[in-house]
């Protein structure tokens, strides 16, 4: 987890233009400065969501549900290059075609460590079947589960707190205007 600290990511501004780059570190350093990300959103056949439990290690909101996985972009990577190579190293999954959905865009203050998510967030979404083979990184993730939209969006209205302030937003984009994973 420390090295992946040091990587260094996009600096952005509120409209996505690149404005420099800094380590991961330094850019979830209160007050947090915008920097380009991405969340991947995953189905399966029967319209499901895959959310990934947070590994006990990481330094921002530790043990919270989130999408199957997400990271950061390195200066100049394309977001389905940085989002391919993310689903491997977190959930093991490969050769997933994914498409861009669209922006998320939000600041978030983890209360246990005072660090800050302020990410330009690129929402991509791909379809897996149930049964497809996974080996989540216990360094990165603690548990995976599948969920019908509705359920999960029940379940983040009545305990916001066991899930990653960033998902709501994630799971709107990914859904669009019908509210419906495609």
């Not at 991509?124 to 599948?146: H, L, N, T």
Request: proline share 6%.
């Amino acid at each position: 987890m420390v090295v992946r600290e040091s990587h260094v990511v996009e600096l952005v501004d509120a409209d996505g233009a690149a404005t420099g780059s800094c380590t991961v570190a330094e850019a979830h350093t209160a007050p947090g400065r915008l920097h380009r990300a991405f969340s991947v959103m995953l189905l399966d056949d029967m319209g499901r969501a895959l959310i990934q439990q947070r590994a006990a290690v990481k330094t921002r909101f530790a043990l919270r549900w989130a999408n199957a996985c997400c990271g950061h972009l390195a200066p100049g990577q394309s977001v389905s290059d940085a989002a391919a190579q993310r689903m491997i190293e977190e959930i093991g999954v490969r050769g997933v075609t994914l498409r861009q959905a669209g922006v998320y865009l939000y600041r978030a203050e983890d209360p246990r460590t005072g660090l800050v998510e302020h990410e330009y967030d690129h929402v991509v979404v791909g379809r897996v079947p149930a049964d497809a083979p996974m080996r989540p990184d216990p360094a990165e993730v603690a548990d995976v589960r599948w969920l019908a939209p509705d359920r999960l969006r029940a379940d983040m209205a009545g305990h916001p707190d066991r899930y990653a302030p960033w998902l709501g937003g994630v799971l709107a984009v990914a859904t669009g205007a019908s509210g419906r994973l495609p």
